[in-house]
């Protein structure tokens, strides 16, 4: 029987983030303000709205924004990510703005600014994130399809004027311990973090206009300007409104012919003991992304634990044990000789995907203004869209806004059921093909 797509108002997950369960408690901020009208609302807190009320706090800071999540820090996808930082460009494509290398050129320079723009706020404010840039981010494959496609992604990176190192399956097998990745790169320009203490000091760390209220689900927006949130928690009115909540703007009205929701997957192990660490190779922290999208993502942190990323749901996530089951495999397969397998967190999220991989930016219509769809990638995506939407909201002008609304945004995806039936069946094709990356 054909499943159908289930459109949740908000995202609720069957398991804590593994990254959050490692921080200490934090003070939610979930006491609804006595005022219920601001100058600006933004509708989830994950790296798009963070980024987007930080800015907007700061270009206005005598205008009051809102910041409403659903959740709390750290338990949105932002908070369940593998913590990888990119500044590479995603599928560019040519359009009336120029040719594909123009449209690369564009991406770059933006997702550049939202590193800087990260790093700076990681200083600024020490946030404790473990903001790690020096730590190898390696793009490696296991099987020749993949070898094919991950020295093309290199000579295209190169094309770009991204600089690559490029190392053999033994350079492989010394910096991350197993011979199973026989070619892979290095692009410049990554960072690692962890994401979920990250996104909290962002959010604990707003400028005074921004005022942030977590657990407490948007349901409805209506109106022209002023515009009435219609929340679990009562209404709200703001003249405008930036609607950040990635994949569930669907639940909004917003791109629901432009999105779908993925689930992926995530698993750390506990503390591993020096001996064990010594046989994931010998850097303290590195991260592989593999030669397929259907592939698995590892990350070896801060030479305490190590994570595996992988696996695709369509609109819903799979039971733990399911996912456990998964992911224990994925890891046995790398390291035989691991003492253990064992996870001691695993969990999932959802990811917005687009078509051609172009991410929705603009205004919908006069004080309604959206980003989202960051395709699995959305850290420095999220972050500098939520920036720039920000000062586009304000009038402001740049070149850098200039580029990001040059680039192509994502196209039309057939309704249900042809949706269901392609989507299932390109990603059990898709698992298929990727073999031995996954
Ligand atoms: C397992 C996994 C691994 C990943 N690895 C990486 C990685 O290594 N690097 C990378 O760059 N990206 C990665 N991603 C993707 C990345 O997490 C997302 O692209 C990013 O979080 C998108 O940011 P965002 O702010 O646009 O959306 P989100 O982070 O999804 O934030 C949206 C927020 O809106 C809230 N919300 C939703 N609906 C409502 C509502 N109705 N009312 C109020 N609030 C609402 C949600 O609670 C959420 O906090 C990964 C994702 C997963 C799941």
């Known amino acids: 029987m054909m499943r159908t797509a289930a459109r949740q108002a908000f995202p609720q997950y069957q398991n804590r983030s593994g990254w959050n369960a490692l921080l200490p408690p934090r003070e ?4 609804v303000p006595t005022s219920r009208s601001f100058a600006s609302v933004v509708i989830g807190a994950g790296y798009t709205g963070l980024a987007a009320a930080r800015r907007l706090a700061e270009l206005e800071p005598d205008r009051e924004v809102l910041i409403i999540d659903s959740s709390e820090l750290g338990e949105g996808s932002a908070g369940r990510n593998s913590g990888f930082l990119s500044c590479g460009p995603n599928e560019p494509r040519a359009n009336r703005h120029g040719t594909v290398d123009e449209a690369a050129a564009r991406q ?18 020490r946030i404790d994130c ?12 296991a099987t020749p399809a993949g070898e094919r496609r991950v020295r093309a992604s290199c000579s295209k990176n190169r094309r770009w004027g991204i ?3 490029e190392f053999d399956r033994s350079e492989l097998t010394r910096m991350v311990g197993t011979d199973y990745y026989r070619y892979g790169y290095r692009p410049e320009s990554t960072a690692y973090v962890q994401p979920a203490a990250l996104v909290r000091g962002l959010g604990d760390t707003l400028p005074a206009a921004a005022r942030l209220l977590e657990r407490t689900p948007v349901l409805k927006v209506e ?3 002023p515009f009435t949130i219609v929340t679990s928690r009562g209404d709200f009115k703001a003249d405008r409104v930036l609607i950040a909540n990635n994949v569930h703007a669907r639940a909004l009205g917003l791109l629901r012919d432009r999105m779908i929701a993925i689930y992926t997957y995530a698993a750390l192990t506990p503390e591993l003991d020096p001996s064990e660490l010594a046989r994931l190779g010998e850097l303290p922290q590195w ?3 593999p030669g397929h999208r259907m592939g698995t993502t590892l990350r070896k ?3 305490t634990r190590f994570l595996v990323r992988s696996g695709d749901s369509y609109e819903r996530e799979m039971p733990t044990a399911r996912v456990r089951e998964m992911l224990t495999e994925l890891y046995r397969r790398r390291f035989p000789q691991m003492a253990s397998h064992v996870f001691e967190h695993v969990w999932g999220g959802v990811t917005a995907i687009t078509h051609n991989g172009g991410l929705y930016f603009g205004q919908v219509r006069p004080g309604l203004y959206a980003a989202a769809g960051c395709n699995g990638s959305g850290v420095v995506r999220g972050t500098i869209q939520g920036k720039l939407l920000a000062e586009m909201a304000c009038g402001s002008q740049s070149a850098l806004l200039s580029d990001r609304l040059a680039l192509e945004g994502p196209n039309w995806i057939p309704p249900e059921p042809f949706r269901s039936i392609g989507v299932m069946s390109s990603i059990a094709l898709e698992q298929f093909q990727a073999g031995l990356e996954r």
């Open 287 to 289: 991260g592989v992304i």
């Open 163 to 165: 600089e690559c190192a």
């Open 130 to 141: 473990g903001w790690d840039e020096s730590a190898p981010r390696l793009h490696a494959a």
């Open 223 to 225: 109106g022209k300007g």
């Open 301 to 303: 942190f801060q030479n």
């Open 108 to 125: 770059i320079r933006i997702y550049k600014a939202g590193l800087d723009w990260l790093r700076s706020l990681v200083e600024t404010h």
């Open 28 to 31: 939610v901020r979930d006491r």
